[in-house]
């Protein structure tokens, strides 16, 4: 066992911790590292595992040992404090893992074996990326979803609401670009007396996550205290779930699932039932939508995978409700979070412009919350959200909510815009969505708030040739460039025909 001093390297390895130590380390050479090595280090009463980078001795001092951003953050350590460096401990839930890209089953102490080391950290980010991997396709089966969701939650903190005995939840399983519809449902239900402690992820596949956009209008990182706080004042919250830590293992493997642009059938349903369930939530509506460029592409598809939501929520003690919707093509006319943030407040101050299928697809996923609590029936339910959003009573509360949450943000301006024209006139037959929501992601979107795209068309817009299709945002040249360069290259992202 070694000791070596720190020094903070300054490099951000993003949520992997890294250490580098010269090539002519005596620990190093002691020990047998060698680059890529796992290592276990240890400063007080933390311990760390990190990924070995051997440098140059011109790098670093004799007896020194450089940490990358994130390790100096989880080990808090500073310059100069002197740490010890082992060989990290053999884990034995890899062999699981291992075990799962053969194509075997896991049971309940495989899988929470598995989730515990990765909420402890414990694994690299390229073994992370294998249990994703192996666990992708439909390799899952529903007693696995259901062990992996179950210990999604045991690894977490778990809210509770004694005070409430029913406590609301919706969910978008993605896939449809601009599909912003959980604020609006949100302010409405929380409007109509429900209680919605809303916690939302950030994008993992798309341009745009819930929190990415409420980002754009208030503070979404609150705190356990914060998010009672603000539920307590109004009903509800609008809340990022990585903030408060409710399924910390789901955090890590999405942010995988983004670098590998990945969404798993099984790791999807875990996911968003053990945050639900974290989350203190006793009814949940999934929105399930479909179509040829959606996340699920077919009907008997979606019926499958709300067949398979409906068992893991009955095995796990939350009663949900899935909705297939249509998911032919984008939802309103914003995609990346200001765009769509634009959207869902034209929708709550019923501005004329307000994109109508964001509103309708709002109002029947309130309604369908409003008949869970009730059961009323959904067309007097439908009525009474509607009533809601159109005497601006959830407008009201949206703005309640924002107070409470730390007040409203100016809505940023991207730097560079570029209107995109129609090569040919007729009728848009078809968008693709998936190919859409790739432009605005590498113009910048979600990273970069303003980036992103309006869209001027829909399926059945009759056109003329140089008619404008969408106006591309992002702020900076490079990120416009790169995206148009895509968006010149595919061929029938908007596919137009005769008119019928």
Known sequence: MGLLTVIDIGIDTHQEPVVYMRSDCEVCLAEGFTASAR??????????????NVVDEAVLPHGHIGLSKIAMKRLQAQ??????????????????????????????????????????????????AGFISACAGSRLDIDEIISL????????????????????????????PGNRTTPLVVAIVSAG????????????TSPAGTADTMETLTNVNLGLADMRRVVELTGACLAWGGAVNLSPADDL?????????LDGEG?????????????????????????????VRSRPEAERLASMFVQVSEACGIESRCVLTDGSQPVGQGIGPTEEARDLL???QTTPEAPRDLRQRALTL?????????????EACLGKATEILDDGRAWRQFQRIVEAQGGFRQLPEARFSEVLSAPLGGEIRSIDNRRLARVAKLAGAPSSRAAGLRLHVRIGSIIERGMPLFTLNANTEGERDYALEYYVGQENIFEVGDPT
Do not use: N
Request: hydrophobic content about 45%.
């Open 39 to 52: 290592l276990g280090i240890e400063y007080r009463d933390q311990v760390l595992i990190a990924t070995l």
């Open 79 to 128: 310059d100069g404090d002197v740490i010890r460096v082992t060989h990290a401990p053999a884990l034995e839930s890899l062999a699981q893992v291992r075990k799962k890209i053969f194509g075997h089953k896991l049971d309940d102490t495989e899988i929470g074996a598995i989730v515990k080391d990765i909420s402890a950290h414990r694994y690299s980010d390229i073994e992370i």
């Open 149 to 176: 969701t179950r210990a999604m939650v045991a690894c977490g903190k778990r809210l509770s609401w004694p005070q409430h005995e029913q406590v609301f939840d919706k969910h978008c399983i993605g896939g449809l």
């Open 193 to 204: 007396g429900l209680v919605i402690p809303k916690t939302s992820s950030r994008a993992i």
């Open 253 to 261: 493997l999405i942010r995988i699932e983004r670098a590998l642009d």
């Open 267 to 295: 790791q999807l349903i875990a996911s968003v039932l053990s945050k639900k369930i974290a989350a203190g939530s006793t009814h949940a509506v999934i929105d399930i939508p479909v179509g040829a460029s959606a996340k």
């Open 346 to 348: 034209a929708v709550l």
């Open 366 to 378: 309130a309604a369908q919350l409003f008949d869970m609590a009730t059961a009323e029936g959904y």
